[in-house]
């Protein structure tokens, strides 16, 4: 792990954003942890989560990128904090993102922010994926604003986990594919849990396992 990695997860400790215990996912499945990015409050919290993100996307996407693009709603707050984290670096980074309903007055139109070009690469900045349903609502959003590249998708934690029972890869990797996509995450459950180590009790260390084991990706 990089160091950037390791503080990031203390930082979601800190923050209260990754929780251990016994929770109900979104897709039914009871989970041993639950990362909310929601509980992010603050501009220095904020500023701390967009420098992680730039951070995995400099390791992740030497490739470049012309823009990036935050899925409403979440992904609007970490596209902005990702994008004044390249800012502090020296590097002017533009972002979009899109509205819920389109806008029928002013300059109308779904998207705000950069206005995209054809030819432009395009990096999505989500929280978690857990079924890639925002990234297949949000791929066709773009594609029908202008010709772009998918740079790629990064989110804050890999949870490593089946998007569904047939499937032997995880929900981060399976939504690449689908779009021939390059993926990344700050870090990953197995590194969540390495970092942690004797911190986490033992109660909490076979929950992982058990969850690991029933859901997780085999490839």
């Keep these: 792990m990089h160091d950037y990695q390791r503080q990031f997860v203390d930082f979601m400790v800190e923050a209260g954003v990754l929780t251990f215990g016994d929770f109900v996912t979104k897709s039914g499945r009871r989970t041993p942890y639950f990362v909310n990015t929601g509980k992010y409050r603050s501009g220095a919290q904020l500023a701390r989560l967009g420098r992680a993100y730039a951070d995995a996307i400099e390791r992740s996407f030497p490739q470049g990128f012309d823009c990036l693009f935050g ?15 390249f800012a502090e670096r020296g590097r ?27 030819g432009d690469r395009v990096l999505i900045v989500e929280d978690v994926t857990t079924a890639g349903t925002s990234i297949r609502e ?12 998918l740079a790629g998708l990064v989110v804050s934690v890999d949870r490593q986990e089946r998007a569904s029972e ?14 021939a996509m390059p993926t990344a995450a700050i870090v990953t459950i197995d590194e969540v849990v390495e970092h942690l ?20 990706a085999r490839a």
């Design 92 to 118: 002017d980074v533009e972002f979009c993102f899109n509205r819920k309903e389109a806008k029928d007055h002013g300059e109308g139109g779904v998207l705000v922010g950069r206005p995209l070009r054809d």
């Design 71 to 85: 899925p409403a709603y979440k992904g609007i707050p970490l596209v902005v904090a990702v994008s004044m984290a």
């Design 138 to 149: 949000t791929v066709p959003i773009l594609r029908a604003a202008a010709k772009v590249s």
């Design 166 to 179: 047939g499937s032997t890869r995880s929900a981060l990797a399976e939504v690449g594919a689908e779009f």
């Design 197 to 216: 180590g004797a911190c986490l009790t033992d109660a909490d260390r076979a929950r992982i396992a058990d969850y690991r084991a029933k859901y997780g």
